[in-house]
């Protein structure tokens, strides 16, 4: 008889200890949670980014090389992308919150890019002007969905839906997020307008802790469906978090 009661002692410890468990393991994140962690792993306040975009078109292919410098303050961003490969030596993108102006040093001639010109491809690549100006956390364009967990090449991820928020104009309707559940990183996303085509797509290739805990994608795929035999390669090669931006150096006069 004590035996019997000391393994139904043991059986009622094993099922208030897992029972417990399985309680903590079900309160799970909601879409916007999610997401929200995303913004905080992509947030850089104030950085540089030495970056390389490879540009493949129906069988031609290009190499652009790009230091980039970024500050936010959470509310707005600004970022500056100096071209440094030969051919495009010189170019310059200068985002200052909501306006995006280029700057060619061979004609000299300083454009801001606006209307129909933002949805073309930035030097000639698979992301647009308008990718680059919307400078927004996704928490503040779209409202969020999970609708599923998945794996990706061995890894689990939260598949999340993004709807346009109302009073929002992102450069896509809706989007699809499968963010990796441990790192909080999109390991893929998918692109849609308004009637529900599909227009781009983007793969993570390879993903790194930058500082403890940190995961960020540092090598990305991406391709316009709209756009036959076309793909863009964007890898980081270095990244500085903890940069200090010389001052003016993100600025209409540092373009000239």
Do not use: C
């Amino acid at each position: 008889m004590l035996k019997k009661r000391r393994i139904e002692f043991l059986i009622s410890i094993i099922i208030l200890v897992f029972g417990f468990s399985a309680g903590l393991f079900a309160e799970e994140l909601t879409g916007e949670e999610i997401m929200n962690k995303v913004d905080q792993n992509q947030f850089i306040a104030a950085g540089r980014i030495k970056a390389e975009m490879i540009i493949k078109d129906r069988g031609r292919e290009s190499t652009k090389e790009m230091v980039m410098f970024v500050e936010s303050d959470g509310q707005v961003t600004n970022g500056l992308v100096e071209f440094t490969n030969p051919r495009d030596r010189g170019t310059k993108y200068l985002l200052l919150d909501d306006e995006l102006w280029m700057y060619f040093p061979d004609a000299e001639d300083l454009i801001r890019i606006s209307g129909h010109m933002l949805r073309e491809g930035m030097m000639g690549s698979d992301f647009s002007y308008q990718d680059a100006l919307e400078s927004e956390q996704l928490s503040e364009l779209y409202e969020f969905t999970k609708e599923d967990q998945e794996e990706i090449e061995g890894r689990a991820v939260y598949k999340i839906k993004a709807t346009a928020r109302e009073d929002q104009e992102p450069a896509y309707h809706s989007r699809r997020f499968w963010v990796d559940i441990e790192r909080f990183v999109i390991l893929r996303e998918e692109m849609y307008a308004r009637d529900g085509r599909l227009l781009k797509e983007m793969v993570t290739g390879k993903v790194e802790e930058i500082t403890e805990g940190r995961w960020m994608p540092t090598e990305m795929v991406m391709e316009d469906k709209l756009r036959e035999g076309s793909q863009t390669i964007y890898r980081i090669k270095e990244i500085d978090l903890d940069y200090e931006i010389p001052e003016g150096k993100i600025s209409l006069d540092s373009l000239q």
